[in-house]
């Protein structure tokens, strides 16, 4: 069954609270009394509800138009009928410009308080029912965003698939960096709303790579310094399709940075120190500790061991010494199994984080 509508009738006479409340007794709805303005305001103040208030323009302490005004700033649907004298009929007046819906007019007929109590409460359903459309509305278009998420994401997910079975000998590359991000992230304390970013930045580091010619992406060889050049360009080109989507907006700053160096040293764009997005300060270590720890036809794997120390070395040139200063506490064998948990089942990834991001 539906809920009463529940009125409250603000009067410092006792015949007339007493009169009314019988009337909205016989018409079926429940009331409550308030002897004055402050009582009613303290009442909504105490997080009560009611959908009409039936407010006295002359009561001792806060007259009836300020409790009006008061009533307002409160942000709620309330429907307000102001009960009159009829010398204050010109209160009345000033009561409705200030958003009062009607008036009753002392003394009164029941039926006429009846036809007005039934008008405002046609009023507060209406009012209600459109609340509760549009509250369905926005839970029906978070429904649709999030399954255009999970496309996106579905789509983003398989390019970044692609991209490391292109450059095939680096593995799985972008998902053990975004298990590596989160490790150093969390050691630094970054907040749970950030870490989402900082591993979709993660996954999504090299996407720009798709830019590259597979001349010089899949050259065994070293690089020409005029191959390097073109190779330089692939945050930026990442940077480019990301920004275009909305949601991947902060993690486009750190797909640019991922190549940045704390000493200004990197590229694109040279930027030092906390210049740098701390995602991509963050991010550029754990790429670095893969690229190291993972054989490439140019280069052969060392040691997690020893990548921790030449990585340490490059504190403050290449790295943001506040973050090392994480990196090192974290033992080579947490690495080790993070690397070696990477499996077909964890590339739900970016998927799952993506929906917890738009859940939060
Ligand atoms: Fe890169
Ligand atoms: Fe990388």
């Known amino acids: 069954m539906e809920d009463k509508e529940k009125i409250l009738i603000v009067d410092d006479e006792e015949i007339l609270t007493d009169l009314l409340t019988e009337i909205i007794a016989e018409m079926g ?35 009836g138009i300020e409790t009006l005004t008061k009533l307002k700033t409160f942000g709620l649907d309330i429907t307000i009928i102001m009960v009159t004298a009829s010398r204050d009929f010109e209160d009345a007046k000033v009561a409705l410009k200030e958003g009062a819906y009607d008036y009753i007019v002392k003394p009164f007929k029941n039926i006429e308080v009846m036809t007005v109590i039934k008008r405002a409460v046609e009023r507060s359903r209406l009012i209600k029912e459109v609340k509760d459309y549009q509250e369905n509305l926005e839970k029906k278009v978070l429904k649709q965003t999030n ?35 989160l490790i150093l992230a ?67 700053e750190i797909v640019v940075s991922h190549h940045e160096n704390y000493d200004g040293t990197g ?23 893969d690229a190291m720890t993972t054989s490439r036809s140019y280069s052969q794997a060392i040691s997690f061991e ?21 990196f090192i506490k974290i033992p080579k064998e947490k690495w080790i199994k993070a690397r070696n948990s990477i499996e077909k089942a964890d590339f739900d990834y970016l998927k799952n984080l993506l929906y917890s991001l738009n859940e939060s």
């Open 306 to 326: 020893e990548a921790i120390e030449l990585i340490n070395q490059a504190s403050a040139r290449q790295f943001d010494p506040e973050v090392i200063k994480a």
């Open 29 to 63: 709805y429940q009331c409550e009394i308030a002897r004055n303005g402050i009582e009613c305001l303290e009442k909504f103040e105490r997080g009560q509800y009611f959908d009409i208030v039936l407010l006295d323009i002359q009561m001792p302490m806060l007259n």
């Open 186 to 252: 969390k050691k630094m304390g970054v907040a749970d709303s950030d870490l989402a970013v900082i591993a979709k930045g993660a996954l999504l580091h090299d996407i720009g790579k798709i830019g590259i010619p597979d001349n010089i992406l899949l050259k065994p060889e070293k690089l020409t310094e005029q191959e390097m050049e073109i190779m330089r360009r692939h945050p930026y080109y990442g940077y480019k399709l990301l920004k275009k989507i909305k949601f991947l907006e902060q993690e486009a």
């Open 147 to 181: 399954q255009l998420v999970s496309l996106y994401a579905d789509t983003l997910e398989a390019m970044v698939l692609a991209l490391d079975l292109r450059e095939c000998e680096t593995g799985y590359h972008s998902y053990r960096v975004t298990k590596y991000a």
């Open 267 to 289: 590229y694109p764009e040279k930027i030092s120190g906390k210049e740098i997005p701390l995602g991509a300060r963050i991010f550029s270590i754990v790429d670095t500790l």
